[in-house]
Antibody, heavy 121, light 108 residues
Framework: QVQLQGSGPGLVKPSETLSLTCTVSGDSVSSGRYYWSWIRQPPGKGLEWLGYISYSGTTNYNPSLKSRGTISIDTSKNQFSLMLTSVTAADTAVYYC?????????????WGQGTTVTVSS | EIVLTQSPATLSLSPGERATLSCRASQSVSTYLAWYQQKPGQAPRLLIYHASTRAPGIPARFSGSGSGTDFTLTISSLEPEDFAVYYCQQRSNWPQLSFGGGTKVEVK
């Protein structure tokens, strides 16, 4: 059974850097079959796709992040991570990590439980 | 950027009734559209991909249809556990993905 477990600080100060990690069990981030994604959901709002990383380190980001976001992968720990710099209150959200098929055909079939991040001084 | 518009924003129905949810794309996405269900306090769950293919373990009462710019998610007979928010996601513009604003199916 594949599981994704997100972790990171629940409170970040404005202008600082948000760092989240997703630990994968039951699958390997280096298997090459999937892309590893981050999605967020502001309080009371809808879903926003943030970006993904492949096993080889290829990344793609939502332009709305305006180059503030970086997704990385650590195959030795079977983890992938999200860093978001210069955060503001608008970055307050539940952050989900997910396993994505990496193609147009399918979708994100396994999700983490979500990590709540609040940006506040 | 492909924009997805979901309607209605809220659908008030009773258990046993049929639910019809709409997702309209700002340009053609062919059949590269997925649907997700999200219950309060939970992560989204993949229901449908490629517009009409049910994901593993999804009950047959869920069905998807459409192509191009207009898509429909139908729940043939609402069960109590189906009251949730539903999101569509376009995958035509891979690797740039986007979600619709969601439709909440609530108990009437």
């Amino acid at each position: 059974q594949v599981q994704l477990q997100g972790s990171g600080p629940g409170l970040v100060k404005p202008s600082e850097t948000l760092s989240l990690t997703c630990t994968v069990s039951g699958d390997s981030v280096s298997s090459g079959r999937y892309y590893w994604s981050w999605i967020r959901q502001p309080p009371g709002k809808g879903l926003e796709w943030l970006g993904y990383i492949s096993y080889s380190g290829t990344t793609n980001y939502n332009p709305s992040l305006k180059s503030r976001g970086t997704i990385s992968i650590d195959t030795s720990k079977n983890q992938f991570s999200l860093m978001l710099t210069s955060v503001t209150a608008a970055d307050t959200a539940v952050y989900y990590c997910a396993r994505d098929s990496g193609s147009m055909l399918r979708g994100a079939d396994v999700w983490g439980q979500g990590t709540t991040v609040t940006v506040s001084s | 950027e492909i924009v997805l518009t979901q309607s209605p924003a809220t659908l008030s129905l009773s258990p046993g009734e049929r639910a019809t949810l709409s997702c309209r794309a700002s340009q053609s996405v062919s059949t590269y559209l997925a649907w997700y269900q999200q219950k309060p306090g939970q992560a989204p769950r993949l229901l449908i991909y490629h517009a009409s293919t049910r994901a593993p373990g999804i009950p047959a009462r869920f069905s998807g249809s459409g192509s191009g710019t207009d898509f429909t998610l139908t729940i043939s007979s609402l069960e109590p556990e189906d009251f949730a928010v539903y999101y569509c996601q376009q995958r035509s513009n891979w690797p740039q993905l986007s979600f619709g604003g969601g439709t909440k199916v609530e108990v009437k």
